[in-house]
């Protein structure tokens, strides 16, 4: 079994910045990569940025400058931090952990349970 545990959000400040975490384990052979989503109320999930190795990273273009993901080197823990918030980044956040439970199978995803940020005066 894989467990994927969220962490961090909540309010924040227009302007402000938070971090979220994403932690990964249970028995697997590798996490093949991180990716991080959100959805808005009302908007499909969208994509908000991924890592499959340190170092390998791409963003939305909506985040793209005022975010970093980061992570160890197993990927086991990986986070996104948000700079420079906007009314428009409030939505649900996902991680999503792409993993291979054996060195024969492809990658499968494992869901976060999701965090909600909020960006308000």
């Known amino acids: 079994q894989v467990q994927v545990v969220q962490s961090g959000g909540g309010l924040v400040q227009p302007g402000g910045s938070l971090s979220l975490s994403c932690e990964v384990s249970?028995?697997?052979?590798?996490?093949?990569?991180m990716d991080w989503y959100r959805q808005a109320p009302g908007q499909e999930r969208e994509l908000v940025a991924s890592i499959t190795k340190p170092g390998a990273t791409d963003y939305a273009d909506s985040v793209k400058g005022r975010s970093t993901i980061h992570g160890d080197v197993a990927l086991k823990t990986v986070n996104l931090e948000l700079n420079n918030l906007k009314p428009e980044d409030t939505a649900v956040y996902y991680c999503?952990?792409?993993?291979?439970?054996?060195?024969?199978?492809?990658?499968?995803?494992?869901w976060g349970q999701g965090t909600q940020v909020t960006v308000s005066s």
């Open positions: 249970g028995r697997f052979y590798i996490v093949f990569a």
């Open positions: 999503n952990a792409r993993v291979r439970r054996t060195a024969l199978e492809s990658p499968s995803d494992n």
